[in-house]
């Protein structure tokens, strides 16, 4: 059996760009090319994953909404596409509810809902605050994010 050497360049460097037991520019540069795919691959999953966590069990933003309502169909071009990749969508999912249809036993809903779209936010199946009506992103977030504030907070303050 015979190996060949590999030349060397001046103070030892290795001209072939290879990784020669750690030494040289080309192990660096190695190293780079293979983990750099790696750790993007490795963060990307991380990112995409975030999403992903569910939302706190107890709390719910129940969408009440009936078949040709044009406000509902706003929202849904304008909302339900962030909504689950955003703070509040993390804090409470979202449930749709045809308004027509009977309420979740569990639901303790402060007053009939009348209006599409309404949003109730429930914790613990009780309702803590609502939307009633869409008009606009604005609207809809800054309304959302006062409720959800009082929401999870216990009653002593």
């Keep these: 059996m015979t190996f060949a050497r590999r030349r060397r360049g001046v103070a030892g460097r290795n001209t072939s760009g290879e990784c020669a037991g750690g030494a040289g520019l080309g192990c660096g540069t190695a190293l780079r090319a293979v983990l750099g795919p790696v750790l993007r691959a490795v963060l990307a ?68 809902v009348v209006f599409t779209p309404t949003f109730v936010v429930l914790e613990d199946g009780r309702e803590m605050g609502r939307i009633e009506g869409y008009a606009g992103q604005d609207f809809f977030w800054g309304f959302l994010d006062q409720i959800l504030e009082t929401a ?6």
């Design 45 to 112: 999953a991380l990112l995409l994953a975030i999403p992903a966590l569910p939302a706190r069990a107890d709390l719910a933003l129940v969408m009440f909404e009936r078949p040709g309502c044009r406000w509902c169909a706003r929202w849904n071009d304008e909302i339900a596409p962030i909504y689950p990749l955003t703070d509040a969508g993390r804090r409470a999912a979202l449930l749709r509810h045809d308004i027509s249809a009977a309420l979740a036993p569990e639901w303790e809903l402060e007053r009939k």
């Design 152 to 157: 999870g907070k216990d009653d002593d303050g």
